[in-house]
Every structure is written in structure tokens, then in C-alpha cells.
């Protein structure tokens, strides 16, 4: 009987710790489990799962004191992902299985009844914070064995059962380094951008909000497009860069939403929440260690509120930090996380309640307009950067201007205004202008006085506010990208100040 140690990752958000499981197996005493170090209800379960598994895979169970501690103590422990180091911990601990193969090495996985090891979620980001811990090898649920090897710098290795895992420690037989199947692309239909006819104005609107990664605001009748628009967005996206796949697949790991034969998510996700979710649902929340919601999911994608003033002022409220920082804290009894949540806002509304398809035909009167498009408050608007009003769909519309364009032929004019603001901003580790902070623009990419002498009218009559003119400026950019400008002139920011026109809500 020894002192033995074995390792597992603790998750906090995405974030990640390792926590140190030590395994005093007393030769004296009374047969019993103690677990140290503030585990939650199903880690405390474990002691029966590991005893079951360890009985049922043939080998003895130490019939004395067995006292685990996971370190950090203080830390809470959540989860079920430590009962494969649990039971190897307890085994090398009794002297059962050889204890050097298991130094440097994290272990992942929840053991059923039978000695099974079942996937758990969260993959990617503990061993993303394995590696950083400097830990040399990771095992993990074969199931997840895609997934984990989308993480260099550690090697890993997958087991199905914990026969397997005794085996590899007992230098008896070794353990898959391959997924079972091979991994291939995850490819999404993407809805074809021709199908919305019409709606000149809104189709623009959309490109630039593709081009520069704005915001967007859609009002008008039912009918209209408004939703067919906000659903083609995402497919106007670029592909998804290395490092941002990974953080959006790490998120979709902690949900458990992974496929296992395509884990990378390579394009930009599309969360569309119906407007009965909860506060938490969209922004996090839970018992204990929150967890992320809708935010967090649409991170470097695409999140579409649709009929945004029937969300209600407190889910709407909720969303001006994270537009502002690019993520959200939650505040709860075990501690503070911070998700990530950098993504493009997309609201559609109708402009009353009773939405008819024209204007004239409205028969709300004026103060119950106020009230309904009053949920969309000001602070709000104002961090939205394009603004549009749908036309109703008429014969006329449907026919002018001929076909309308592809999907394919408006992404490549986006591609290129992007590539274009990638390549300005790349010493100063921005993809898009909406990133760019407003000093920037004003004092080291400053415009003449003639390009924004119609944005210093509009701040001096009070018709747009200091943070509006910052995002004008990051529109007028954009414009500027996708007309192939050196840099945007009066009349860019003539338009890109028109986008915020209050009369469009």
C-alpha cells in the first residue's frame, strides 16, 4: 500500500485547471472511501461507479482505507470526467497496477458499471489546458478520440474500457492512437441568397454587414424577407480561421454537441434562439458553475433574434455588454466564468403589433407603437450599426433589376473587403473594422475634415451620439472595402451615417 498520484482537468467556462488526485491506501482501518476536495454530487458518486468498475473488470478492490484528495482543495470539483483517474489512482494506490506510466499523464473519461468509458463534454478545452500545464500524454474516451486530437503538443491516446487502461499501465498492450473512424469536414447547406427577391436596400445592408461584421437591423411588415435575409448571412461568411474553429468547437464541447466523425467546426455558427428562452438560456447561467447559453454558441457566427421585441426588455438588455466586450461574466455561488461571445447581431421585427402589410393600413394607434418598438431602447440601437427598413413586396419589386444575386457572387466581393481590412489591421491583431476600437480611427486613421463634416454636424445637433460616430466611421470602411477605395471619402460616411437614420425604426 502507497501514496499515489494521478492527474484530471477541472473546467471552469473554457478555461481549464489540472487537478492533482492523490490516492492513500492505508493498510489499516476499517474498509472506506473518503473523497477530499469540495466534489459535487455526482463526482461523490463515483466511489460506487469505480468500485463496480474495478470488481467487474477482475481485479480487487483494497479492502482498507482508500482516502482521495483532489488538489487545488478549495476548488470546487464538478462532473463525472474524473472517474477513470479516480479508479487508476486507487489501483496504483493499492499497489495493482505499476504507477510510472501514469506520471505526466491526464485522464479523462466516466466509467460505467461494467468498467465502460464513457464520453464526457469539455474535451477540447481540458486538454487545451493540459498541454499548458506542460502534461505529456492524455487518455481519453475513444469516442472522443477525433476530437482530442484536434489539440497538438500532447500525445493521446483513446480506451474503451478500463480493462484497456490496466493493461497500457501493466506495459501489458497499448492503446489506440486513432480515431476508429476517419474524420471528415462538417459541411452545412447553405442557403442560396437568389431565393429572397426584392429588397434592394435590406440586400446591401447585409452585405456590409457581412463585409465589416456589423450589426444589423431589420424592420419591417411580415412577409417581407426579413427572416430569409438573416438566415443567408452566415453562408456570406468566410470560413473559419484556425484558432477561431477551435474556439468555437471547444464551446460546442462543453455542451456535448459534437459529432464525434466531424468535430472541428470550420464554418461560422448560426444561432437563431425563439424569443420565449430564458435570461440564462441566452446569455448562461445554471446551479453551481454556469453554463454558456446563446451568446456563447454564436461566437464568431451569426445570432438572429427573430421578432426582437417580443424577447422583452430584460433579454434585450442583456445583450448591450457582450456587443460592447465580446464576452459575458456570470456571477455565481462557485465562482466567476467568462465565456466568449464575439458574434454578429441580427434583429428582425415587425414595426407594430398588429404588422399589416402596409403602413396605411395599421390600426394600432401611436402610443401602442411607441410601447412596442420602445423594447428596443436606445442604448441598444446604438450599438446596432446598420439600420434597414424592409419595402413591401410588390409586383413592381418583384421584377425589376432583373435576377438577383447568388450566394457565391456577393461572398466573393465580401472575401475581398475583408481581405482587404484583414491586411490593414493585421499589426494590430484585427479581422474586421467592427473590431477596431473608435481611437484608432480617429487619431491614427483620421479622415479629413471634408470626408466627415456631415458625421460633426450630426454629433453637434444631437443626432447621433460620440459611440454612434465611432461606428459610422467603421462602417464608412467597410464601404470603402467593398468599393475598392484606399480610404472611405464623404460620401462613405454620408452613407454609413444614413444606415442609422432613426426613421428606419
Not at 497538438?152 to 487502461?165: D, F, K, P, Q, T
Not at 474524420?183 to 440586400?203: I, K, N, Y
Not at 424569443?275 to 438572429?304: Q, T
Amino acid at each position: 500500500m502507497a501514496l499515489r498520484h494521478t492527474w484530471a482537468v477541472a473546467l471552469f467556462g473554457v478555461d481549464g485547471v489540472v487537478v492533482e488526485i492523490e490516492a492513500d491506501v492505508r493498510s489499516g482501518g476499517l474498509p472506506s472511501v473518503q473523497l477530499l476536495g469540495l466534489p459535487d454530487a455526482a463526482l461523490q458518486e463515483s466511489k460506487n461507479r469505480m468500485r463496480s468498475a474495478i470488481q467487474n473488470c477482475k481485479e480487487e478492490w483494497p479492502q482498507s482505507c482508500v482516502v482521495l484528495a483532489l488538489s487545488p482543495a478549495a476548488m470546487p470539483k464538478n462532473g463525472t470526467s474524473y472517474d477513470l483517474a479516480l479508479a487508476m489512482a486507487v489501483l496504483a494506490g493499492a499497489e495493482q497496477v505499476p504507477s510510472n506510466r501514469l506520471l505526466g499523464t491526464v485522464l479523462f473519461g466516466e466509467l460505467a458499471l461494467d468498467g465502460r468509458i464513457r464520453a464526457v463534454p469539455g474535451l477540447l478545452p481540458g486538454l487545451i489546458a493540459a498541454r499548458r500545464a506542460g502534461m505529456e500524454r492524455a487518455i481519453v474516451p475513444v469516442e472522443g478520440l477525433a476530437e482530442a486530437r484536434l489539440v497538438g503538443g500532447i500525445e493521446v491516446l483513446g480506451a474503451s474500457h478500463l480493462r484497456e487502461v490496466i493493461a497500457w499501465a501493466r506495459e501489458q498492450s497499448d492503446l489506440d492512437d486513432e480515431p476508429p473512424w476517419q474524420s471528415t469536414p462538417e459541411t452545412e447547406d447553405v442557403p442560396e441568397l437568389a431565393d429572397v427577391l426584392g429588397q434592394p436596400e435590406a440586400r446591401w445592408a447585409l452585405e456590409v454587414a457581412a463585409a465589416g461584421g456589423h450589426h444589423l437591423l431589420m424592420v419591417g411588415p411580415p412577409g417581407t424577407g426579413k427572416t430569409m435575409l438573416a438566415r443567408r448571412l452566415s453562408g456570406l461568411l468566410p470560413e473559419l480561421g484556425r484558432q477561431a474553429a477551435l474556439e468555437v468547437t471547444a464551446i460546442r464541447s462543453l455542451a456535448g454537441q459534437l459529432a464525434e466523425q466531424a468535430p472541428m467546426i470550420s464554418s461560422p455558427p448560426f444561432v437563431a434562439p425563439h424569443h420565449s428562452i430564458s435570461v440564462s438560456g441566452l446569455v448562461g447561467g445554471g446551479v453551481g458553475m454556469a453554463k454558456p447559453g446563446a451568446l456563447s454558441s454564436a461566437h464568431h457566427g451569426v445570432l438572429l433574434l427573430d421578432e426582437a421585441c417580443e424577447f422583452g426588455p430584460k433579454r434585450l438588455e442583456a445583450l448591450r455588454t457582450a456587443l460592447e466586450d465580446g464576452e459575458v461574466r456570470l456571477c455565481r455561488r462557485d465562482g466567476t466564468l467568462r465565456y466568449p461571445a464575439r458574434f454578429q447581431l441580427v434583429l428582425a421585427t415587425n414595426p407594430c403589433p398588429c404588422a399589416p402589410a402596409r403602413d396605411i393600413d395599421c390600426q394600432c394607434p401611436s402610443q401602442a407603437r411607441r410601447r412596442y418598438l420602445g423594447k428596443l431602447s436606445g442604448p441598444l440601437l446604438d450599438r446596432v450599426d446598420l439600420r434597414v427598413r424592409m419595402r413591401p413586396i410588390t409586383a413592381m419589386s418583384l421584377s425589376a433589376g432583373g435576377d438577383p444575386e447568388s450566394t457565391e457572387v456577393v461572398r466573393e466581393r465580401v472575401a475581398r473587403a475583408r481581405s482587404e481590412a484583414a491586411e490593414r489591421w493585421a499589426e494590430h491583431g484585427w479581422n474586421t473594422n467592427a473590431e477596431v476600437p473608435g481611437p484608432v480611427l480617429r487619431k491614427e486613421y483620421a479622415l479629413p475634415n471634408k470626408a466627415t463634416a456631415l458625421l460633426d454636424r450630426g454629433l453637434e445637433t444631437g443626432a447621433v451620439t460620440a459611440r454612434g460616430a465611432d461606428r459610422c466611421l467603421r462602417v464608412a470602411w467597410t464601404l470603402s472595402d467593398l468599393d475598392g477605395s484606399v480610404r472611405p471619402d464623404a460620401d462613405h460616411v454620408a452613407a454609413a451615417l444614413e444606415f442609422r437614420d432613426r426613421r428606419s425604426v
